[in-house]
């Protein structure tokens, strides 16, 4: 089993948070939910997505 984070960006017009969320489910991975984020977020708020990316490194194995 491979640790897997899904980023979903709430504010993602292409594609949309629930379709973000069956990803996570049928992966089985940990979320982190980024409210007042679009798409490409790397780009747009690359604090917010080096931190998760971060974590996810740091910790891989945590529950959401």
Do not use: H, S, Y
């Given at each position: 089993r491979v640790?897997?984070?899904v980023q979903i960006c709430l504010q993602d017009k292409l594609l949309p948070p629930q379709k973000q969320q069956e990803l996570a489910d049928l992966l089985n991975a940990?979320?982190?939910v980024m409210e007042d984020s679009g798409h490409m977020l790397n780009k747009r708020n690359r604090l917010k997505f080096s931190r998760s990316i971060l974590e996810h490194l740091q910790n891989p194995n945590a529950e959401n």
């Open positions: 640790p897997i984070t940990k979320t982190v």
